[in-house]
């Protein structure tokens, strides 16, 4: 297991840019009615990778700090959005953003909370929002409705894809998201899904850094088993991938 979380995705730029979901529309309009981002608002998106959530943040008016670590998922980024207004690329991690004292209004994070280290991004946190300021961490997690194509995807996983429950373990909202809250935040959440062929799905399973890439023993069998579960659930060609998305928000106290 690669113990330095920033490098994990380092060969998984492509399949995350092509078959990872955005977020639901209901989500940013959530964010824009009743949490008050407006055009204009200051957001340092932490963690923000290939720039999904950027790219939903821009388009809703905000100029955006997308914090990244990582330099092949920056790149990314940037050449998706290089030339927007009000993007801005930053070499940087949550716990040490390199962001001005009380620069920003919002924090955002998509997909990425469970990778930092939740005190020390409090702290990083609390330095640069300005008086006010507001947090916003989303998930797109797999439904958690009884759907026979995601239990057999589960148990798929869990048989070839040694670091799975290892890296799901991390998500265990509780404790951490309290820690970096200061107290138990406030959760909506929205339905959100998408529709793939088989190759897609097989990006979609290659974007996560828990599945066995080519070389690991248990990567073909895994692949196998991908195209078995598709051929058996698939309608007119596709497969349906259902999640729920959770959106945790407050201020940090």
């Known amino acids: ?63 955006v700090w997308a914090v990244e670590p990582n330099r092949q998922m920056r790149q990314a980024a940037e050449q998706l959005l290089a030339g927007q207004d009000g993007f801005t690329s930053v070499d940087g991690t949550a716990e040490a953003t390199t962001l001005a004292t009380h620069s920003v209004e919002w924090i ?70 309290h820690a970096f809250f200061g107290r138990e935040p406030a959760r909506v959440v929205f339905a959100n899904h998408q529709v793939f062929d088989f190759e897609g799905l097989k990006g979609r399973a290659m974007s996560s850094s828990y599945v066995p890439e080519p070389g690991h023993p248990d990567h073909a069998p895994l692949m196998a088993g991908l195209h078995e579960l598709f051929e058996r659930h698939q309608r007119d060609g596709t497969v349906d991938f259902a999640y729920q998305t959770l959106v945790f928000f407050g201020t940090l106290e």
Do not use: C
């Open 108 to 177: 955002t994070a998509g997909q990425a909370f469970h990778w930092f280290d939740p005190q020390r991004a409090r702290e990083e946190g609390l330095r640069i929002l300005a008086r006010g300021g507001r947090v916003a961490l989303l998930w797109n997690e797999r439904s958690e409705e009884p759907l026979p194509f995601l239990a057999d995807y589960e148990a798929l996983l869990r048989r070839y894809a040694p670091e799975y429950d290892q890296v799901r373990s991390r998500r265990a909202y509780g404790p951490t998201m």
């Open 1 to 63: 297991m690669i113990e330095d979380s920033t490098q994990r995705f380092s060969s998984r730029v492509a399949d995350y840019v092509k078959s990872r979901p955005s977020y639901p529309l209901e989500a940013l309009r959530f964010l824009r009615e009743q949490q008050g981002l407006v055009p204009g608002s200051r957001v340092a998106d932490l963690g923000s990778g290939t720039g999904i959530l950027t790219a939903q943040l821009l388009d809703a008016g905000a100029r």
